[in-house]
T-cell receptor
Framework: GNSVTQMEGPVTLSEEAFLTINCTYT??????LFWYVQYPGEGLQLLLK?????DKGSNKGFEATYRKETTSFHLEKGSVQVSDSAVYFC??????????FGTGTRLQVFP | EAQVTQNPRYLITVTGKKLTVTCSQN?????MSWYRQDPGLGLRQIYY???????DKGDVPEGYKVSRKEKRNFPLILESPSPNQTSLYFC???????????FGNGTRLTVT
């Protein structure tokens, strides 16, 4: 079946460090891929998405590239800020009626 | 402002006492869904609705009920809550099932 695997957290970084959060997926066909972010006390919100192989989603300095050959969609940011501290969820949609989420990765950024 | 509104934000109850968590969206979305979030398990879908009067089970539907009598509302009902339903619950909506979801701010439920 379809599934998403994320690296376990927490990921702890100093401000301005480079961020990578790994995400790999298993799916039939050509799913759409998403990153959602959950700030403390809030619901999830869409951060970026990619709908086909080699697409790069980007938003707020975050990027992720849909790599079909490695079934990956790793999230990166060149210089994190304290305000990026949150839980990040990778998700996929195999164009059915549901999104499948990973377990989430907590990012903590210290000044 | 486009939003999904859940109420209440926090709820503490006792085993067996029926409760309802309300969810309303103002974006005219067709699709609505309920998730529960538990540490180490991520988000798991409870129920979803593709349209008015159409609902279906997600991955963890046991112990829950839903209804979709109007497009904007999708309440989650726990007829006889148990402690294993202590969790953080999210309602979400989208134009279609595989479109990006808009989430409410969550309801933290504690069943003692």
């Amino acid at each position: 079946g379809n599934s998403v695997t994320q690296m376990e957290g927490p990921v702890t970084l100093s401000e301005e460090a480079f961020l990578t959060i790994n995400c790999t997926y298993t799916a039939t066909g050509y799913p759409s891929l998403f990153w959602y972010v959950q700030y403390p006390g809030e619901g999830l919100q869409l951060l970026l998405k990619a709908t086909k192989a080699d697409d790069k989603g980007s938003n707020k300095g975050f990027e992720a590239t849909y790599r079909k050959e490695t079934t990956s969609f790793h999230l990166e940011k060149g210089s994190v800020q304290v305000s990026d501290s949150a839980v990040y969820f990778c998700a996929l949609s195999a164009h059915t009626d549901k999104l499948i989420f990973g377990t989430g990765t907590r990012l903590q950024v210290f000044p | 402002e486009a939003q999904v509104t859940q109420n209440p934000r926090y709820l503490i109850t006792v085993t067996g006492k029926k409760l309802t968590v309300t969810c309303s969206q103002n974006m005219n979305h067709e699709y609505m869904s309920w998730y529960r979030q538990d540490p180490g398990l991520g988000l798991r879908q409870i129920y979803y609705s593709m349209n008015v009067e159409v609902t279906d089970k997600g991955d963890v539907p046991e112990g829950y009920k839903v209804s979709r009598k109007e497009k904007r509302n999708f309440p989650l009902i726990l007829e006889s809550p148990s402690p294993n339903q202590t969790s953080l619950y999210f309602c979400a909506s989208s134009l279609q099932g595989y479109s990006p979801l808009h989430f409410g701010n969550g309801t933290r439920l504690t069943v003692t």
